[in-house]
Antibody, heavy 123, light 110 residues
Framework: QVQLVQSGAEVKKPGASVKVSCKAS????????LNWVRQATGQGLEWMGW????????GYAQKFQGRVTMTRNTAISTAYMELSSLRSEDTAVYYC????????????????WGQGTLVTVSS | QSVLTQPPSASGTPGQRVTISCSGS????????VYWYKQFPGMAPKLLMY???QRPSGVPDRFSGSKSGTSASLAISGLRSEDEADYYC???????????FGGGTKLTVL
């Protein structure tokens, strides 16, 4: 079965960087783009960007341009999301989510989600 | 302020039918597939409806999705206590070149 398992909770100081991992299993990692979505406590979902595991091509939401970097290690079927210059407003649960693909076609939505990684930014 | 507009709350009694709306524009709902997610407190979102009207395996047929123009809806019939959760719509926005979410609807089963 498809699983996306994320790294554990992090506590960071303002100005620092955080790198969250997302290990995929149960499917061919390179066949599906991965997206990252975050959710502040009590708030809605916010899309951050996507990454193609084969090419490494990425697309970031304008809000995070210059601060976010999405990478991957195909040998271990793991994607990474690094967010820099952290501020208190970045305190949130960060999710990776797999792109919806079926029958050789891919669609502009996500199906499976990781369990989430809580990132707390506090001095 | 979300790009997609959902009612912040909805409610119904067991057995009732409830509809949650999601309003967008020509650059998102009007031209791309809508997805719906269900989320329990403290848990990751889970896919509930994909490509406007398709139910993943395991989602009961009490749930149905529809889309017309720049709006979409999620209908839940035969409401049950386990339907109490937050529901989000999502769609790709061509103008923003990214996924946009609705603000979420908290469904309460009275």
């Amino acid at each position: 079965q498809v699983q996306l398992v994320q790294s554990g909770a992090e506590v960071k100081k303002p100005g620092a960087s955080v790198k969250v991992s997302c290990k995929a299993s149960g499917y061919t990692f390179t066949n599906y783009d991965l997206n990252w979505v975050r959710q502040a406590t009590g708030q809605g979902l916010e899309w951050m960007g996507w990454m193609n595991p084969i090419s490494g091509n990425t697309g970031y939401a304008q809000k995070f341009q210059g601060r976010v970097t999405m990478t991957r290690n195909t040998a271990i079927s793991t994607a990474y999301m690094e967010l820099s210059s952290l501020r208190s407003e970045d305190t949130a649960v960060y999710y990776c989510a797999r792109r919806d693909c079926s029958g050789g076609s891919c669609y502009l939505g996500v199906d499976y989600w990781g369990q989430g990684t809580l990132v707390t930014v506090s001095s | 302020q979300s790009v997609l507009t959902q009612p912040p709350s909805a409610s119904g009694t067991p057995g009732q039918r409830v509809t949650i709306s999601c309003s967008g524009s020509s650059s998102n709902i009007g031209s791309n597939h809508v997805y719906w997610y269900k989320q329990f407190p403290g848990m990751a979102p889970k896919l509930l409806m994909y490509r406007n009207t398709q139910r993943p395996s395991g989602v009961p047929d009490r749930f149905s999705g529809s889309k017309s123009g720049t709006s979409a809806s999620l209908a839940i019939s035969g409401l049950r206590s386990e339907d109490e959760a937050d529901y989000y719509c999502a769609v790709w926005d061509d103008s923003l070149s990214g996924v946009v979410f609705g603000g979420g609807t908290k469904l309460t089963v009275l």
